[in-house]
């Protein structure tokens, strides 16, 4: 059996790309490359897993974990940790990397706070991770329902502490921002996803500074929130670009930087170009830590709301030891 090889320049894993290609057959299904050992997870069986399935059907919530195909579904759903998606399960983009259904969606639901309210009380949790569909349709794109849940929550579990990972607000962000902000989640997320050459093919429906400025724009209405982007590796993206984009979301001041493989949810989506080795994902890291981000996550496996909670607790303590050090300098 042929194995993979790591490259010698980027320390990268190539599959079987270094392979001939064979000829398919008519009829055949085309090849997806072969994930490397460190890939690979288990199926969920564990009764925690059917505890927030079950939650997750009874008040009718989507979630991201099911709808993108998540590797980390077992272990997260057993430890009833689950990314909700709001504003129905239809996104009006399609990007090549993304699994989410896209069409027109349908109406939105008024109960939809509420019940996510309640399914975050009856689970206890500490930390929560909302996200949504991209809801080009509507005059906000969406906002006010992230208001709504925000203040949902607030009103039925307050201890709560909330994450939310939202889409660009393409032409109207400045207003949606302004609201989303004023409701006070404690974390606000919205992801680069990939490194700006990239944008035309896979992320055709965003501007990569538009999504920057967003951020950019959270932290100066707000600095008290703490603000958190993440990136796909393996598209095809080089290492210096990568550094590239690191120094520009620190100059948007973003504290928390996120950093994933890609992996390819269906033979139509993008395709896999490169397995990074846990080894580069690491070097990643260092050099992100260097560059001053407050907390980075960078495996993998890592997705943006992978171990949310134990990230956010960590970054809170980093922001606390830093006000600490320049008051006593100060
Ligand atoms: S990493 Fe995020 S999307 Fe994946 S299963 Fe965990 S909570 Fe869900």
């Known amino acids: 059996m042929t194995r993979g090889l790591a490259s010698a320049r980027t320390g990268r894993y190539l599959g079987r790309m270094n392979d001939i290609a064979p000829i398919p057959m008519p009829g055949s299904k085309p090849e997806?490359?072969?994930?490397?050992?460190?890939?690979?997870?288990?199926?969920?069986?564990?009764?925690?897993?059917?505890?927030?399935?079950?939650?997750?059907?009874?008040?009718?919530?989507?979630?991201?974990?099911?709808?993108?195909?998540?590797?980390?579904?077992?272990?997260?759903?057993?430890?009833?940790?689950?990314?909700?998606m709001i504003l129905g399960d239809v996104c009006t983009r399609a990007c090549?990397?993304?699994?989410?259904?896209?069409?027109?969606?349908?109406?939105?639901?008024?109960n939809e706070p509420q019940n996510l309210a309640d399914a975050a009380a009856e689970m206890g949790l500490e930390h929560i991770v909302i996200t949504s569909v991209d809801r080009d349709d509507l005059p906000d794109g969406?906002?006010?329902?992230?208001?709504?849940?925000?203040?949902?929550?607030?009103?039925?579990?307050?201890?709560?502490?909330?994450?939310?990972?939202t889409p660009d607000f393409r032409n109207k962000h400045e207003r949606a921002i302004e609201a989303i902000v004023a409701a006070r989640p404690d974390v606000y997320n919205h992801n680069l996803e990939t490194v700006p050459r990239l944008y035309p093919t896979i992320r055709p429906g965003a501007r990569y500074y538009a999504s920057l400025r967003l951020l950019e724009t959270v932290k100066r209405l707000d600095p008290?929130?703490?603000?958190?982007?993440?990136?796909?590796?393996?598209?095809?993206?080089?290492?210096?670009?990568?550094?590239?984009?690191m120094d520009d979301m620190r100059s948007a001041d973003i504290d928390f930087l996120t950093m994933g493989q890609y992996l390819q949810p269906t033979p139509k989506h993008a395709k896999v170009m490169e397995f990074v080795t846990p080894a580069a994902f690491n070097a990643y890291a260092a050099i992100a830590r260097?560059?001053?981000?407050?907390?980075?996550?960078?495996?993998?496996?890592?997705?943006?709301?992978?171990?949310?909670?134990?990230?956010?607790?960590?970054?809170?303590?980093?922001?606390?030891?830093?006000?600490?050090k320049a008051h006593a300098k100060a």
Not at 66 to 81: D, F, L, Q
Not at 228 to 237: A, C, D, F, P, Y
Not at 294 to 312: C, E
Request: proline share 5%.
């Open 32 to 84: 997806r490359a072969r994930k490397p050992d460190w890939i690979r997870v288990k199926a969920p069986t564990s009764p925690g897993y059917h505890e927030t399935r079950r939650l997750m059907r009874e008040k009718g919530l989507a979630t991201v974990c099911e709808e993108a195909a998540c590797p980390n579904i077992g272990e997260c759903w057993t430890k009833k940790h689950a990314t909700v």
């Open 142 to 165: 969406g906002a006010s329902q992230f208001v709504k849940v925000i203040e949902a929550l607030r009103r039925t579990t307050p201890d709560t502490t909330i994450e939310i990972l």
């Open 96 to 110: 090549a990397f993304c699994n989410v259904k896209t069409g027109m969606p349908r109406r939105v639901d008024p």
């Open 290 to 324: 260097a560059k001053g981000f407050l907390q980075v996550a960078s495996s993998p496996l890592t997705r943006s709301s992978y171990h949310a909670g134990k990230d956010f607790a960590e970054m809170k303590a980093a922001r606390a030891a830093q006000l600490a």
């Open 224 to 245: 008290s929130i703490f603000t958190k982007s993440g990136i796909m590796l393996g598209l095809g993206e080089e290492r210096l670009e990568v550094h590239q984009v």
